[in-house]
Nanobody, 123 residues
Framework: VQLQASGGGLVQPGGSLRLSCAAS????????IGWFRQAPGKDREFVAV???????YYTNSVKGRFTMSRDYAKKTVYLQMNSLKPEDTAVYYC??????????????????WGQGTQVTVSS
């Protein structure tokens, strides 16, 4: 299984970016994918997760600004990030696992990881 993250970049505060995470080497059904991020000098933290037939969950700091979606045909999930703030600056990682876990916010629950993509929010 491979996960390929893309879409990061430099954006001004208030701007938008859309991250993508394409999965290969696995069926996409019953496969949960989460987004995590790591800011400089900080631990990696949970951002959002989606599972087949499950609601999408978000960390509180991004609720109402970030939206995660899933394209089964393309085996790709997206993270639409709007109203970006400087504190959203981080390397963003997508992570996947077969099946669901109630501990979806814990990075050690995920088996497969994509490479990070840098998001920088700055004027």
């Amino acid at each position: 299984v491979q996960l390929q993250a893309s879409g990061g970049g430099l954006v001004q505060p208030g701007g938008s970016l859309r991250l993508s995470c394409a999965a290969s080497g696995t069926t996409f059904s019953n496969f949960a994918i989460g987004w995590f991020r790591q800011a400089p000098g900080k631990d990696r933290e949970f951002v959002a997760v989606t599972g087949s037939g499950r609601p999408t969950y978000y960390t509180n700091s991004v609720k109402g600004r970030f939206t995660m979606s899933r394209d089964y045909a393309k085996k790709t999930v997206y993270l639409q990030m709007n109203s970006l703030k400087p504190e959203d600056t981080a390397v963003y990682y997508c992570a996947g696992r077969h099946g669901w876990t109630i501990r979806y916010g814990a990075e050690n629950e995920y088996v497969f990881w994509g490479q990070g993509t840098q998001v920088t929010v700055s004027s």
